[in-house]
């Protein structure tokens, strides 16, 4: 078997630059079949600290599961376990309880409009939720780029002995108009963000990070021509991180948590509107306002109509960009962020049109 094999390799016939004599190996005479492991080196396996599961019972953070159940803790005290590795207060646990049930619904906002449109096509529950997770970008429910923006700046305050109300004005200077800022007039007529803060502060929960967002506040106030106040995006945040999670566990709780209430959505719009197939739905003439209809040129006329993309001057690419600009579709008037807005720093002005 071994020499009809070496018969096969010799036959085989060389591709591209594969036999060239300069590669660290003799790629036609390569061994076929699976290596040995080397015993020399450990083999790769998953270590965590979160948590591990056998026959018998599964432990988080060194508490077995079904006890924490059986002794009468409830789902977010599991979640101060998962993330914190720490059995929360009753108060820490009032308060997280409070906040989950305000983010699990929010009514025809993006998570469940992505459900539902997921669940349009017939697929499964759990793909409609999973796209209702993917809503929680830079802008919509920007946890971690407000945590850490906040982070960032209660740092720096600290190390040039800032006041929490210097600090404020001093990132409310730089970040008025920014979304993830946590301020806005989405929450103008709507208490809720504001009773969070009354709630944690009853608690005796509330610390620095809300103390700092209502800072911010009272510094975007004064700054803007506009009424604002703190939005669910600053209340959910600053609360969260006074009861010890970090802006990617906010993120992370506050996407799922929000994805029960896509489950309910994607159940809805299967009962109620059914399913939608490839062509079904139409788009009226009125809905769009883009070019005129146009007779379409034969391929002998292409010349006399086609537009090259060739520009060769200073002069002629600013009027072809302020052109382009004004075609939407194109993405062109999309302003590109050049550092990575998942970063510590937060984000800027990612996605704004120019």
């Not at 490839?278 to 379409?296: C, F, I, K, N, W």
Request: charged share 25%; with cysteine.
């Amino acid at each position: 078997m071994g020499d009809l094999m070496d018969e096969k390799v010799k036959d085989k016939k060389v591709i591209g630059n594969l036999g060239d004599p300069g590669l660290p190996y003799d790629y036609s005479n390569r061994p076929y079949g699976t290596e040995p492991l080397d015993s020399k080196r450990a083999p790769f396996q998953w270590v965590s600290e979160v948590a591990y599961k056998n026959r018998y019972r599964i432990v988080t953070r060194g508490y077995d599961t079904t006890e924490l159940m059986e002794q009468g803790y409830g789902l977010t005290d599991v979640l101060f376990i998962n993330f914190q590795s720490r059995i929360p207060s009753i108060e820490e646990n009032q308060m997280l309880n409070y906040v989950m049930i305000l983010a699990l619904e929010d009514g025809l906002s993006m998570p469940a409009m992505l459900s539902r449109i997921v669940a349009s096509s017939k697929t499964f529950l759990t793909q409609a939720c999973g796209t209702s997770i993917l809503a929680f970008g830079h802008a919509y429910g920007a946890y971690s780029a407000f945590g850490n923006r906040l982070l960032e700046a209660l740092k720096k305050a600290e190390a040039d002995g800032q006041s929490l109300q210097e600090a404020a004005e001093a990132l409310v200077a730089a970040k008025l108009d920014d979304e993830a800022l946590g301020v806005s007039s989405l929450m103008l007529k709507d208490p809720a963000a504001k009773r969070m803060f009354a709630r944690a502060e009853k608690l005796g929960v509330a610390g620095k990070h809300i103390a700092f967002t209502q800072e911010i506040v009272k510094a975007a106030q004064a700054a803007s021509d506009t009424p604002l106040d703190v939005d669910m995006l600053g209340a959910t945040g600053a609360t969260m991180m006074d009861l010890g999670f970090t802006p990617e566990a906010i993120w992370s709780v506050i996407a799922v948590t929000r994805s029960f209430g896509a489950g309910a959505h994607f159940i809805e719009e299967v009962e109620r509107e059914g399913y939608s197939r490839t062509g079904q739905h139409l788009t009226p003439e009125s809905l769009y306002d883009g070019p005129a209809e146009r007779p379409v040129p034969s391929l002998k006329d292409r010349d006399k109509v086609a537009k090259p993309a060739k520009i060769t001057s200073p002069d002629e690419w600013k009027a072809a960009m302020e052109a382009r600009k004004k075609l939407y579709g194109s993405g062109y008037s999309i302003v590109e962020e050049i550092h990575d807005p998942s970063k510590k720093s937060g984000t800027h002005s990612h996605g704004k049109k120019a």
